[in-house]
Antibody, heavy 123, light 113 residues
Framework: QVQLVQSGAEVKKPGASVKVSCKAS????????IHWLRQAPGQRLEWMGW????????KFSEKFQGRVTVTGDTSASTVYMELSSLRSEDTAVYYC????????????????WGQGTLVTVSS | DIVMTQSPDSLAVSLGERATINCKSS????????????LSWYQHKPGQPPKLLIY???TRESGVPERFSGSGSGTDFSLTISSLQDEDVAVYYC?????????FGGGTKVEIK
């Protein structure tokens, strides 16, 4: 069965970076894109960006452009999301999610999600 | 950005009764070349990731009970739970994937009356 397993909770200080991993199993990794989303306390779900797991190309929300990096390791079926220059407003649960349809388009909805990774930014 | 507005914010319904959630987008989500509405619905329970219920506005995801149905086109959409069960207590979100950034509604909390 399809599974996305994320790395564990993190506590970071303002200005630091965090890197969250997402290991996929149960399907051909390069067939579907992986997206990153987050949900801050009391806020709606927010899309951060996407990686084409076959080609490695990426697309990000303008809100996070320049501050987020997403990379993939096809040999490990794993995607990594790194967010830099952290501030308190980045405290949130971060999710990776699998594209329902393809690897080639970021206009996606999501049929499988990771369990979520809580990132807390606090001095 | 496309703004997704859900109503109501919360809803209390008796067991076995109907629950209807509305979602309005600030722009058209119907892609004319394939006649698909780029609108999906998710169920989100505490401590769990969101679960896809409906895609293309009205197609039920595999394994989703038939009591869940989606309708609407263009800018106005609805999710209906025909007969509310205990396990349906959750927050429900709509999501558009017509344009970047992908955006979600603010959520509707469904509870048992």
């Amino acid at each position: 069965q399809v599974q996305l397993v994320q790395s564990g909770a993190e506590v970071k200080k303002p200005g630091a970076s965090v890197k969250v991993s997402c290991k996929a199993s149960g399907y051909t990794f390069t067939t579907y894109g992986i997206h990153w989303l987050r949900q801050a306390p009391g806020q709606r779900l927010e899309w951060m960006g996407w990686i084409n797991t076959d080609k490695g190309s990426t697309k990000f929300s303008e809100k996070f452009q320049g501050r987020v990096t997403v990379t993939g390791d096809t040999s490990a079926s794993t995607v990594y999301m790194e967010l830099s220059s952290l501030r308190s407003e980045d405290t949130a649960v971060y999710y990776c999610a699998k594209d329902r349809r393809s690897s080639t388009s970021y206009y996606a909805d999501f049929d499988h999600w990771g369990q979520g990774t809580l990132v807390t930014v606090s001095s | 950005d496309i703004v997704m507005t859900q109503s109501p914010d919360s809803l209390a319904v008796s067991l076995g009764e109907r629950a209807t959630i509305n979602c309005k987008s600030s722009q058209n989500l119907l892609y004319s070349s394939n006649n698909n509405n780029y609108l999906s619905w998710y169920q989100h329970k505490p401590g769990q990731p969101p679960k896809l219920l409906i895609y293309w506005a009205s197609t039920r995801e595999s394994g989703v009970p038939e009591r869940f149905s989606g309708s609407g086109s263009g800018t106005d959409f609805s999710l209906t739970i025909s007969s509310l069960q205990d396990e349906d207590v959750a927050v429900y979100y709509c999501q558009q994937h017509y344009s970047i950034p992908l955006t979600f509604g603010g959520g509707t909390k469904v509870e048992i009356k």
